[in-house]
């Protein structure tokens, strides 16, 4: 990556809120937006006395993505305090699993762009709580909004495995994906629900020690930490060429200058004075509490896209498409289910759907569609009883809510494919018009056409070309 004889070692802790009902250790609810400090109580104010309660669902969150992530869920979990000062953070300390993680030695196997797989170890992951949220006014006021202080995240903490900026880019797309399919979270990186912090450090090539690492914080877009790696690379490459010391420090990425800048010389973890957490009980995790969740965790989006292509002959590529998100996936699933042809269910939702979506800008489970509705449009199309053109109109009306069936009875959309039907209006149509008869077996083909035209007109529309036009030659061919 232009750093000449060095190479580059990253490690990524990444926290993700996970979307629980409730806060990891108060009853406030978990909601994205609302009003500043509407979603507190007094455990996230931190009064004194107070007596958090461990959110048992958050715990098996945690155990989904290390079953997602193929880590051991860890039989005994102790909670701990890390001992921090910050406004955002009444407490004074945030309630974490230092000592015993929820889940240890994890994996996951990252495709590359140029097509190989690097198997990125994860060391451990840990179920902690989020602090609140600071905003700096311009009227030289700072305001604290504690609506997500105690939010359940997951923190996943990697192995330094990882050897450049797009391999970490890899790894983050592909970890999202992974963390999207236990259902735990939507990980919407702008909404601030998945973050990234990066550490990095370069050591001339053949070297056996790692060199001094830098720290990242907080970078809530895969594109920014690319960046942030990029130009960290360079600098430290720089200093190192220069005959500088590259010290442990932490620092903060500004993305407009597509720069890092140095924020502070790194705390250690004795500065964070960890210790046992009194006021929580520690939790044994059972075999077959483990099962349970086991059984609970919904298939993975590499496991889908295989079912997809051996079992239901969709493309690889489509396959892809419909794995994006764990909505999407589901929503396909529930539509075939319900009886709509595989390959044409995936093209609408490929093609119709999502350009809905992008027009109107909204995600799938905001919309009025159901599978039910979807496959219904899908089987009226398949059976001849609408066409492919008048489909178009019943998407319409199936992306406001509308029943299919009743919406082209309603609205004189259901194609006639019956002969017994399509014979009467023939024979009619043949016996006013004798002269087009003969043409037609003179050879003149816009004869059919012309034919054709008037039994569209006396059918309203709604005769089905196909079957009609078959029934007509044989007509014609009988005179």
């Known amino acids: 990556m232009g750093t000449g004889n060095f190479e580059t070692t990253i490690g990524l802790e990444v926290h993700v809120e996970m979307q629980t009902n409730s806060k990891l250790l108060s009853p406030s609810p978990v909601h994205y937006g609302d009003e500043p400090n509407e979603n507190t109580n007094v455990i996230d104010f931190g009064y004194p006395g107070v007596l958090p309660v461990a959110n048992k669902g958050a715990l098996e969150y945690g155990m989904r993505v290390a079953l997602a992530l193929n880590a051991t869920v860890s039989p005994f979990i102790r909670w ?5 000062f910050y406004p955002d953070n009444p ?12 889940g240890t030695n994890g994996h996951l196997d990252v495709t590359l ?16 709580e989020d602090a609140g949220k600071n905003t700096h006014g311009d009227d030289g006021y700072s305001y604290v909004d504690l609506n997500r202080q105690g939010t359940p995240l997951i923190e996943i903490v990697s192995e330094p495995d990882i050897a450049s900026p797009d391999e970490a880019y890899a790894y983050l797309e592909q ?16 909404e601030g629900q998945m973050r990234a912090d990066v550490n990095i450090s370069i050591r001339p090539y053949g070297s056996n020690e790692y060199g001094t690492k830098v720290e990242m ?46 924020m502070r010389v790194k705390e250690g973890a004795d500065d964070y004075r960890y210790f046992p957490e009194p006021d929580l009980a520690p939790v044994v995790i059972d075999q077959q509490w483990i ?74 489970q905001e919309t009025k569609l159901t599978p039910e509705h979807l496959s219904g449009m899908i089987k ?46 023939i ?53």
């Open 80 to 84: 701990d305090r890390k001992n921090y």
């Open 91 to 102: 407490k004074s300390y945030q309630t974490t699993q230092s000592q015993t993680p929820i």
């Open 113 to 128: 762009t140029d097509g190989t797989i690097k198997r990125v170890r994860i060391k451990e992951m840990h179920v902690e």
């Open 175 to 190: 970890l999202r994906q992974a963390i999207l399919f236990t259902g735990v979270s939507e990980a919407k990186m702008q």
């Open 217 to 262: 914080k907080n970078i809530n877009s895969f594109t920014y930490v690319r960046n942030a790696l990029i130009f960290e690379e360079q600098r430290q490459a720089e200093v190192l060429r220069s005959g500088g010391v590259i010290q442990q420090e932490t620092r903060r990425y500004n993305e407009p200058t597509k720069s890092t800048m140095l």
């Open 291 to 364: 099962d349970e969740v086991a059984a609970e965790l919904p298939k993975s989006a590499s496991q889908r896209q295989k079912d997809y292509v051996d079992t239901l002959g969709i493309a690889p590529y489509d396959a892809e498409v419909l794995t994006q998100t764990l909505a999407m996936a589901d929503f396909y699933d529930a539509t075939v289910a319900d009886g709509a042809d595989a390959k044409r269910a995936a093209n609408y939702l490929i093609g119709d759907v999502n350009a809905y979506m992008n027009k109107h800008q909204v995600e799938l």
């Open 380 to 425: 009226l199309i398949e059976s001849g009883t609408i066409s492919t053109k008048q489909a178009k109109q019943v998407f319409e009306a199936i992306m406001t809510g509308e029943a299919p069936e009743a919406f082209a009875k309603k609205n004189g959309l259901v194609q006639i494919s019956d002969p017994t039907v399509l014979l009467g209006w």
């Open 427 to 479: 024979t009619e149509v043949l016996d006013n018009n004798p002269q087009s008869i003969e043409d037609f077996k003179g050879g003149k083909d816009r004869a059919t056409g012309y034919l054709i035209g008037q039994l569209m007109k006396m059918s309203k529309g709604q005769a089905n070309p196909g079957v009609m036009n078959k029934l007509l030659l044989e007509e014609l061919a009988k005179r």
